[in-house]
């Protein structure tokens, strides 16, 4: 199995030499001798970006920070897999970042142990996405116990980047705020009302 995979990676950089070397000769320069060290070096590439690309990893994507602050430039890119369900490594990294944790009220569970949901759900109609997609303001960290609730009749999130709305089957409303840099800043008692009577349930 090793040597079928090292064949493979060394054919696809030898016919990559070939190529070169006859583009080169159609416009009449003289190349040096195969030079093993770049054919080595060829070959590491190779299975970098075969890695990468089984791990789902994109090499080229800005580097994203371990702070929730991201650059409009660094969204962009991480937005481009809107269409496709499942997020990549670099926006999970980035929404787990920003969220730190389970984004409903008061829980506190790790966001590397959370689900990254999407608050409007992900919709194709024939074959078209309907709705924002995986884009970084339509994903949070939900606890898989949370998750489930959301699912719910009578519950209901929206996102405002980053912020998080929950309305409950009664009619209260939670704002959810993303936590600090430097630490959890989300406040002890978390805004809320009926929208009946807009008195606070306690």
Known sequence: MAQSIFDAINDNVLTAQASVKAAHADAALVLPARDERRVGAQRADEVVDLLATALGVDLWAPKVAQSAFLTADQIAHLDQGAGTYRPSEAMKRAVRNRDKHCRFPGCRRPARYCDLDHSIPFVKVGGKLVGPGTVYVNLGCLCRFHHQIKQLPGWHLE???????????????????????????EPADFPSYHPADDIPPY
């Open 159 to 185: 996102q405002d980047h980053g912020r998080f709305i929950w309305t409950t089957p009664t009619g209260m409303r939670f704002i959810v705020h993303p936590p600090g840099d430097e630490g959890d800043e």
